[in-house]
């Protein structure tokens, strides 16, 4: 028999309490990190808020002022379309909350746990508040503290003011605690230069903990266009997600739930189901149970459903991207490809697009030639578990040795991969599941941009050697030119013009630059 006493201690925990527990599931583990983390949070909130509003491009100012040995306040700032009074709570003091998660749409959030996570790190390590300022519309602008209640999973505000004022957006600043502004890698400024790289429609001003403001303009000065609102496709779904639509739709029939509810599922395709599953597809969708919904997703894979529409996918574009290379790395050589469209897990479309830059402020920062690589996912800057992204495992796989880059070659590579619903792994959000399909297509893209490259390099290099073989021909022009004259008695300043333009037209392939 159980004994219920020891269930006594028995309790619920809300999604809060798990996630202060488990942190670093978020990204609060290490000290660069924890505080790069609640930058990313806030800046990709910004991107995405700015860009829900009509003709408005983003504008950011970030923050960081040292308070003391690992302590450290997080300002972000944005010029979106601000928070109402009512939602303030729930946007950043309340996890799994958000406008994003029921949408099949390319965006960068999606599980809302970003902003209160940031909140709540600040408010454990610091036991602070974060401010928020956000403005009304009309002139009007609140201010207030907020704060979460852990166990409840629900924001409290406190010291809650209005005034007017000229602001418009929202502005959130977060003290915390037991975390190091470092220069390098994997900390703020890279994450900032790497969001400026894939998004080169925003204007971001950061001044860092030693009072230096960096000033990033736009590369390109037109929005990109909106991502559109998609329906998941049949193939490619979860048993767990299928049952989530499910509960939501507002479908009489599981039937019509699978045509208004998904993509290419005509009632034909419908029909085609109804014969091959063991239920009756006129019941409600909301009846739907755990067998039944694994019944049908076995049966998707079995029928020949019409490709993911994929003109809901935005990626950078290929002249944007190579604008935001062009103003940020100021390369020697540079080259962009964009993969066409493509779907993993037979139902689930992305593209990829690559670029890679050598010379010029390319390859890593710290002074050193060296080759580095840039991840991101729906434009959104990846710095941290890198080995199990399926983007560096590409990037390893390629043989850059037959394009000519070496270690030491000044590149940087840059890979975008963008998607409706990006495989991560984790709910940190920091790297992307290997799967075959997307790694072929990184794979196939770094291939082609590698050849590109190695072209070029290869013909620099030949350039190199001709240009010094031209130079020992010069050495020696004027004693040749000396013993001809001893020899023919000619006129040795004649010969010497002479032996000159024969290296000329020899060499004219190489041109006229000497260095
Ligand atoms: N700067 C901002 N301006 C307007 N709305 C915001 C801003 N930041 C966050 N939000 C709102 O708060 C919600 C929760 O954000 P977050 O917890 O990061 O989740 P997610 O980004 O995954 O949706 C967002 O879905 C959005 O509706
Ligand atoms: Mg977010």
């Not at 619920?12 to 790069?36: C, D, P, W």
């Not at 755990?290 to 490709?307: G, K, P, Q, S, Y």
């Not at 037979?346 to 010029?360: I, K, M, R, T």
């Amino acid at each position: 028999m159980p004994d219920p006493e020891q269930f006594q201690e028995f309790q619920e925990h809300s999604v809060a309490e798990f996630f202060k527990k488990n942190r670093q599931m978020l990204g609060y583990s290490g000290k660069i990190k924890s505080l790069t983390t609640v930058v990313h949070e806030y800046v990709t909130n910004l991107i995405d808020a700015v860009e829900e509003e009509e003709d408005n491009l983003p504008e950011a100012f970030v923050k960081i002022e040292e308070l003391g040995p690992e302590h450290y306040k997080v300002i972000v700032e944005d010029n979106g379309p601000g928070i109402p009074e009512d939602y303030i709570g729930r946007a950043f003091g309340q996890m799994l909350a958000g406008t994003k998660f029921h949408r099949f749409m390319q965006q960068r959030g999606q599980q809302g746990i970003g902003a209160a996570g940031a909140v709540m790190f600040g408010q454990v390590t610091t036991g602070k508040p974060t401010k928020v300022i956000t403005s009304q519309g009309d002139g009007e602008i609140l201010e207030c503290d907020l704060s979460i209640d852990v166990q409840e999973n629900k924001a409290t505000l406190d010291n809650k003011k209005t005034y007017s004022g000229e602001m418009k957006g929202t502005r959130i600043e977060t003290e915390v605690k037991n975390v190091l502004y470092q220069k390098g890698r994997y900390g703020v400024d890279e994450y900032l230069r790497r969001t400026v790289l894939a998004n080169p429609h925003l204007k971001l001003t950061y001044v860092d903990p030693e009072g230096k403001t960096i000033v990033y303009d736009r590369a390109v000065q037109d929005l990109p266009p909106k991502p559109k609102e998609a329906k998941p496709h049949p193939q490619g779904v979860t048993v767990d997600d299928l049952l989530g639509y499910a509960m939501q739709s507002n479908s009489q029939k599981i039937k019509s739930f699978l045509k208004n509810d998904f993509t290419r599922v005509s009632g034909k395709k419908a029909k085609e189901i109804q014969e091959k599953v063991s239920f009756d597809l006129n019941k409600r969708p909301g009846d739907l149970n755990w067998d039944e919904a694994e019944e049908l997703v076995n049966t998707f894979d079995e029928i020949d459903f019409m490709r993911p529409p994929t003109d809901v996918l935005v990626p950078i574009g290929e002249e944007r991207l190579k604008k935001a290379v062009e103003e940020q790395l100021e390369p020697e050589f540079k080259t962009v490809i964009e993969r066409k469209p493509k779907a993993y897990r037979g139902g689930v479309p992305f593209v990829v697009e690559v670029a890679l830059a050598y010379g010029g402020k390319a390859g890593n920062d710290n002074g050193e030639d060296e080759i580095e690589a840039m991840r991101f996912s729906n434009r959104v800057p990846l710095l941290f578990n890198k080995g199990s992204c399926a983007i560096t495992k590409s990037v390893d796989s390629v043989d850059w040795d037959r394009y000519a880059v070496k270690e030491n070659t000044p590149l940087t590579i840059l890979v975008n991969f963008t998607s409706i619903h990006v495989p991560y792994i984790g709910a940190g959000k920091k790297a992307i599941a290997d799967e075959e399909e997307i790694k072929k297509e990184i794979r196939l893209a770094l291939m082609k941009a590698g050849r590109k490259l190695g072209n070029y390099l290869k013909g620099k290099r030949k350039k190199k050697q001709r240009l010094q073989k031209k130079k020992t021909f010069e050495t020696y022009i004027p004693e040749t030119a000396k013993s001809l004259a001893d020899i023919t008695g000619k006129d040795e300043e004649e010969i010497r013009k002479h032996l000159e333009s024969v290296v000329k037209q020899r060499f004219s392939d190489i041109g006229e630059d000497e260095d």
